[in-house]
Nanobody, 126 residues
Framework: QVQLVESGGGLVQTGGSLRLSCAASEGTFSSYAVGWFRQAPGKEREFVAAVTRLGTGTYYADSVKGRFTISRDNAKNTVYLQMNSLKPEDTAIYYC???????????????????WGQGTQVTVSS
């Protein structure tokens, strides 16, 4: 069972940038599709971005398209979320999630991912 640990969150001003990391304990992380989700206070958890197991496909929520970039380095068992031009509405706890798949799979649904990290807080001040 893969274990995921997010890092890189913090406090940033509007317009700033952060890079989140999702490190996996599993040595075969290249077999996992990965997604990033976020949950703001009082709101439901929502999809942010996803990447296929080899990084050949990336997908984004409309709200972050053009500002966020998901990527992965399977040699380091790590998936990244580069967040630029941050806005106060990006404030949330960010979670990475993984699903074992051996094809070019990705998913935007929370229920598609059985493995989750503990989350990292991102706060964007206005």
């Amino acid at each position: 069972q893969v274990q995921l640990v997010e890092s890189g969150g913090g406090l940033v001003q509007t317009g700033g940038s952060l890079r989140l990391s999702c490190a996996a304990s599993e040595g075969t992380f290249s077999s996992y599709a990965v997604g990033w989700f976020r949950q703001a206070p009082g709101k439901e958890r929502e999809f942010v971005a996803a990447v296929t197991r080899l990084g050949t496909g990336t997908y984004y929520a409309d709200s972050v398209k053009g500002r966020f970039t998901i990527s992965r380095d399977n040699a380091k068992n790590t998936v990244y979320l580069q967040m630029n031009s941050l806005k106060p509405e990006d404030t949330a706890i960010y979670y990475c999630a993984a699903r074992l798949r051996l094809d070019n799979y990705y998913a935007t649904s929370i229920n598609a991912y059985p493995y989750w990290g503990q989350g990292t807080q991102v706060t964007v001040s206005s």
